[in-house]
């Protein structure tokens, strides 16, 4: 299929999804009008849950999420959200006495779980960098830029490199690891890692420094080592500090979305011999994951053993979404039709099955029977407009590029 056909027939369908849908979604349902910023939670039947805890995931992927989409579309609605999000996290989340951002805050904004998760500080520089692109505020650089610092003097770990997952409120050392009741309470992860990459990109568009250029690189480099697995080329997900493998599961969403954020890592960062490398893994990965996780219907699934077991038969959304950008990114290094027809399944799967043709925005996921799970939160700390929003947004831009 052309170029000129994808414009015409794919475009249109992935615009008016992310403006009538997603978007839409989020600015008319999560407003917290009485206490500011967004809501912390509303079921899939849209029932508000009173005071709900307040996520520093959600609202910097919020923040994140508006700041891209007024820099592409230029909706002044879109501004005004971001800037209601960069306000909340800038008044409630930032912890003034020891730098950094609470992983959570109640619902009047008081901080609830105060240790810092680099995870959740990736996100405030990811989401910043985003807010200066499209809006110029300096000062979103500035915090940005001071975050990085953070992380560099109390997550790097000069011996083995990488970055150690947690630390308490004042940066101390904590054995208080995981994410997420799903995750190991494993010193370091690929989910952190990839993210911290993910957000040192992004950072670098706009703050091209010798020290964040010597250390992007090194997370790279770190990913192709350690990360991802030499023989099966799928993601590694938790380790000890010295890069001893914990868990032999396979997370087909990360490894798509790792294959694709790879490669924009290193085109970002403009290191040729680097770049050739990453291309190769991340078609290796995209090959992996197209023999291995895709189901009959198009959908991917969400998590096997090293056997290709399936461990968990659900099809989430977000794997489904990162499906979409991954398979269309192999595509675009590789020119073969499978991977644009991949990326055109996982697509016509989400039309189907995870779009909320009800409620609006998209449902959790589906069971194996492709029934919608409605037991889960359609906004919660991990359910937030960044896979979709950026899955189109990502379709969109590449959609308006040349091959």
């Not at 520093?56 to 959200?81: C, G």
Request: overall charge negative; glycine content about 6%; hydrophobic content about 40%.
């Amino acid at each position: 299929m052309r170029l000129s056909e994808l414009k015409t027939s794919w475009l249109p369908q992935v615009e008016k999804e992310v403006k009538d849908n997603i978007l839409a979604f989020w600015l008319k349902q999560t407003p917290d009008a009485g206490n500011g910023g967004f809501l912390g939670e509303i079921r899939s039947d849209l029932t508000v849950v009173d005071n709900a805890e307040k996520a520093l995931v959600l609202n910097t992927r919020i923040l994140w999420t508006f700041s891209s989409a007024y820099r592409i579309f230029k909706d002044p609605a879109y501004l005004e959200a971001a800037r209601r999000a960069y306000a909340y996290l800038t008044t409630y989340f930032t912890d003034r006495e020891y730098g950094g951002l609470f992983w959570s805050v109640d619902a009047q904004g008081r901080p609830a779980q105060t240790k810092k998760q680099v995870y959740g500080q990736a996100f405030a520089i990811y989401a910043y960098a985003e807010y200066f692109r499209a809006a110029g505020v300096p000062e979103a650089l500035d915090q940005a830029v001071e975050l990085f610092h953070l992380l560099e003097k109390h997550s790097f770990d000069p011996v083995h490199k990488g970055y150690v997952e947690a630390l308490s409120r004042s940066w101390e050392d904590t054995n208080d690891f995981s994410l997420s009741g799903k995750d190991l309470n494993e010193k370091k992860s690929m989910n952190t890692h990839l993210h911290v990459m993910e957000a040192y990109t992004n950072l670098y568009r706009v703050y091209p420094s010798q020290e964040l250029h010597r250390q992007l690189k090194g997370l790279i480099e770190v990913t192709l080592k350690h990360i991802v697995d030499e023989r099966s080329a799928h993601f590694l997900l938790f380790f000890d500090e010295a890069w001893n493998s914990k868990s032999d599961h396979v997370s087909y969403g990360h490894d798509i979305e790792g294959s694709w954020l790879l490669v924009e890592a290193a085109e970002v960062l403009g290191d040729t011999d680097l770049l050739e490398k990453v291309k190769i893994t991340a078609l290796r990965m995209a090959d992996a994951t197209y023999r291995e996780g895709i189901d009959e219907d198009g959908g991917l699934w969400n998590e096997a053993d090293s056997k290709g077991n399936l461990l968990d038969p659900d099809k989430d959304w977000w794997p489904q979404a990162e499906s979409v950008v991954g398979f269309y990114n192999a595509y675009q290094l590789t020119g073969e039709e499978k991977y644009l027809n991949a990326a055109l399944a996982s697509w016509k799967f989400i039309v189907d099955h995870i779009v909320d043709r009800e409620h609006g925005e998209w449902y959790w996921g589906v069971t194996r029977d492709r029934e919608p799970i409605t037991a889960q939160s359609k906004v919660s700390a991990w359910k937030c407009p960044y896979h979709n929003g950026r899955a189109c947004f990502e379709i969109i831009e590449r959609l308006h590029q040349t091959h």
